[in-house]
């Protein structure tokens, strides 16, 4: 094993792989767990609500998605620590810090959302919207206002959704993904475009049921908004292989999510 080779890189990946530290079971089971414990955290949530007698325990839990998201992230974390070491690596090595190349990685994820925000994700509402509300105007009432957007929180939620939620959601979202599901599945299958459609799949489903708003066509809108997203920064990382490239690419994003979702 070459011991000079990034150890997230295609290469060092290939090698571990041939020498049986990478099996199906790892990509396969870590591809849906994020979705799945967005699910466990929110029934939690709802759970202690209902506790509390709350009428409507799944709709309070909603708003406060920007604050147990961080459960979400440490879930995942854990996980994908779990797995680094079954494959003789460490966490921070799917993360792939170059401390000398991070102004220069900073630039290129600014440049990265600067171009992908409105071409991507508003071409996605849009069409999303088109194909399931028939209107490329969507009513602002569609997005479950109060708990989607329009959220109500006490102040400390709110500067904990502002300065913690984002800083910590995206590098755990691209580590499990990216660095982890997509670079190694890529490897096992040999094909991009099966490694694309399994983690982008699930992907889009993270997006439509977090929070989990029991309304069908608001979930379909939402799985079709992310899905060209989360296919073409899959394609792009791929290329790329630099995670805090797309780590700076979607702070901001995630960031303004939190910010224009809040109640003002």
């Known amino acids: 094993m070459d011991d000079m080779l990034p150890p997230n890189s295609a290469p060092a990946i290939r090698q571990r792989l041939q020498a049986g530290r990478i099996g199906w079971w790892g990509p396969l089971a870590l591809t849906p767990a994020r979705t799945c414990l967005i699910l466990l955290v929110q029934g939690g949530v709802a759970a202690g609500f209902w506790l509390r007698r709350n009428p409507s325990p799944w709709r309070a839990q909603a708003p406060w998605w920007t604050v147990y998201g961080t459960l979400i992230d440490a879930g995942c974390l854990l996980l994908l620590s779990r797995q680094a070491r079954s494959e003789g690596i460490r966490l921070v090595d799917l993360f792939g810090i170059d401390r000398i190349r991070l102004r220069r990685e900073a630039i290129w994820g600014l440049a990265l959302f600067l171009v992908l925000f ?25 997005l479950a206002p109060g708990l989607i957007s ?98 700076f690419m979607q702070w901001p994003i995630d960031l303004l999510a939190a910010w224009l979702t809040l109640s003002r």
């Open 150 to 247: 329009a959220r109500h929180l006490p102040p400390w939620a709110a500067v904990y959704s502002l300065s913690v939620f984002w800083l910590v959601w995206s590098p755990a979202e691209q580590a499990i993904y990216q660095a982890y599901c997509a670079a190694r599945l890529e490897a096992l299958t040999g094909k991009t475009w099966v490694t694309v459609t399994v983690v982008g799949l699930c992907w889009a489903l993270q997006h439509s049921v977090f929070p989990l708003v029991p309304e069908g066509r608001l979930i379909v809108y939402r799985f079709l908004q992310f899905l060209p997203f989360v296919v073409i920064i899959q394609l792009l990382y791929l290329r790329m292989r630099s995670l805090p490239r797309m780590i």
């Open 118 to 142: 409105p071409l991507v994700l508003g071409g996605g509402a849009t069409l999303a919207s088109w194909l399931v509300y028939g209107t490329t105007l969507l009513s602002p009432k569609v």
